[in-house]
């Protein structure tokens, strides 16, 4: 009786145990996932232009407000008249700091600045043309211009922007496809190539190989995704980066085919293991009724065991691509980190994991930049979790007919 009990009691402490660690374990990543999409949601409530800065005009210009593309475009001097964004067709006059320093001398400006606000003023309200960048301390109660409102950052500007410049003064661009389809083209070239490497492997230690052959080379497979993708990285960029370059004749190596090429391997293991096990569940009875029917052993693979194993494939695949999506050091130095739209595979890109990795160290904790990198993060959470709910969909065992 007291065995029983003792018993008892240890089973109910181990069920409590395995109950409160997956309890805490599911409240974690929920904090986790609030956590990311707050910071991130923070970013549409932030103005583009840096922070303690203001973008002035003229009292005369008639324009309202301006986009942070058309502020940055202004700046870079591919607009130069008012009309082009929809004011008067006069020439416009960029104002930085430096430009009114270089209009005044320093007793005009004051030793201590003291003068600088009226200087400002001043060359603002004799330029008709004018878009002064300063600092907002600058402005005082007789200030002769007019101060542009702050322009938010909207989702179909960060989802549709084609541009990525978070460093980027006056406007900073947040446009995130680049960065979305940079991470589409390498994952799909990616799958697209490991696919018939890790299928023909699975196939041929699911039905070819021995049994000896099959204890060796399944735990080697294994091994593969235990290796740091440092390594992966190291080994893309000495080997696959020149070879590349060689082939194609290109000025770098760095393109998007190298990060497919190196996460294709990165994602065999997963591929193979996942595809492997899938078919050593085909019943034995359902492959000797095709081999006894006249099928030969290649027709009984191809119209048998793939058939059955086909769910378990599908989620190899979609779990090797989900391995491709979320890899970040390795893409990281074979990509070239080149933050536009890809049309080829020759082409450098940039990645959501890269981007993540490269800024986030860099970027002011609050910053504008800071929680568009924590967008990027949910963008990137959105994608794994589809990707692992479809997994999971997928992945059920056949019925037999």
Not at 132 to 142: D, K, R, S
Not at 170 to 196: C, K
Not at 317 to 346: D, K, Q, Y
Request: charged letters at 15%; a neutral charge.
């Amino acid at each position: 009786m007291f065995n029983k009990k003792r018993n008892r009691f240890g089973e109910t402490l181990i069920e409590w145990t395995l109950r409160l660690s997956g309890g805490t374990t599911t409240l974690v990543i929920v904090l986790i996932s609030i956590f990311l999409f707050t910071e991130g949601w923070g970013l549409f409530k932030s103005s583009t232009v840096e922070k303690g800065y203001v973008l002035c005009v003229n009292r005369s210009n008639k324009i309202q407000n301006l986009t942070p593309k058309q502020v940055k475009e202004i700046f870079d001097g591919n607009i130069t008249s008012w009309k082009q964004v929809g004011g008067d067709d006069i020439p416009i006059e960029p104002l930085r700091m430096d430009d009114i320093a270089s209009q005044y001398t320093e007793e005009e400006i004051g030793a201590n600045f003291e003068h600088l606000p009226q200087k400002l003023s001043e060359a603002i309200a004799a330029k008709p043309g004018a878009l002064a960048f300063f600092p907002e301390q600058f402005i005082n109660i007789n200030f002769q211009g007019r101060v542009l409102p702050a322009e938010t950052i909207t989702l179909k500007e960060y989802f549709g922007g084609k541009e990525w410049f978070p460093t980027a003064t006056p406007a900073a661009q947040f446009g995130v496809l680049p960065l979305i389809l940079g991470t589409l083209w390498v994952s799909i070239a990616a799958i697209l190539i490991a696919l018939p490497f890790g299928m023909a492997v699975a196939i041929y230690l699911a039905e070819i190989a021995s049994n000896r052959v099959r204890k060796i080379l399944k735990p080697l497979i294994e091994l593969l995704a235990g290796i740091p993708s440092v390594v992966y990285g190291f080994f893309g960029l000495i080997v696959i980066v020149p070879l590349i370059r060689s082939i194609f004749h290109l000025p770098v190596g760095e393109t998007a085919l190298a990060g497919a090429i190196v996460l294709a391997i990165m994602a065999l293991p997963t591929i193979i293991t996942v595809a492997e096990d899938a078919m050593r569940t085909t019943p034995l009875a359902m492959k000797e009724s095709s081999l006894a029917l006249g099928a030969t052993h290649w027709q009984t693979i191809y119209r048998v065991v793939i058939p059955y194993a086909s769910s378990g494939i599908m989620a190899a695949i979609v779990l090797g691509i989900g391995r491709a999506i979320g890899e970040t050091m390795a893409v990281l130095m074979v990509t070239g980190n080149a933050a536009v739209i890809p049309h080829s595979l020759t082409e450098p890109v940039r990645t959501i994991p890269a981007t993540i990795a490269a800024e986030l160290g860099e970027s002011a904790m609050g910053s504008v930049q800071y929680q568009a990198l924590f967008m990027l993060g949910a963008i990137l959470f959105v994608l794994t979790l589809g990707i692992s709910i479809w997994a999971e969909i997928i992945r059920k065992e056949p019925k037999v007919q």
